[in-house]
Nanobody, 126 residues
């Protein structure tokens, strides 16, 4: 199985940017569909972005479209999510998820991913 660990969260002022990292161990992450989700207190887990096995990008959520970059570093067995122009409503715990069998989607459902990291907190102050 693959183990995932997110990092890079923190406290940032509105308008700033962050780059979140998801490092994998145990398996080669490029063999997995990978996604980022986030969950704010009292809200359901929300899809942010995903990439298919082999690296073809799928989609970004409307809430972050145009502000978000999703990239892979195969040599380092990790993926990155960079978000710019952060807003207070971006405050949430951000999770990395992976699945080895997800080929035809949907990629935006948390239930379709078998492996999850522990999450990293992002707090955006106004």
């Amino acid at each position: 199985q693959v183990l995932l660990e997110e990092s890079g969260g923190g406290l940032v002022q509105a308008g700033g940017s962050l780059r979140l990292s998801c490092a994998a161990s145990g398996r080669t992450l490029s063999n997995y569909a990978v996604a980022w989700f986030r969950q704010a207190p009292g809200k359901e887990r929300e899809f942010i972005a995903s990439v298919r096995r082999g690296g073809e990008f799928t989609a970004f959520a409307d809430a972050v479209k145009g502000r978000c970059t999703f990239s892979r570093e195969n040599a380092g067995n990790r993926v990155y999510l960079q978000i710019k122009e952060l807003k207070p409503e971006d405050t949430a715990v951000y999770y990395c998820a992976a699945d080895a069998r997800l080929d035809s989607g949907p990629y935006d459902l948390p239930a379709n991913y078998d492996y999850w990291g522990q999450g990293t907190q992002v707090t955006v102050s106004s």
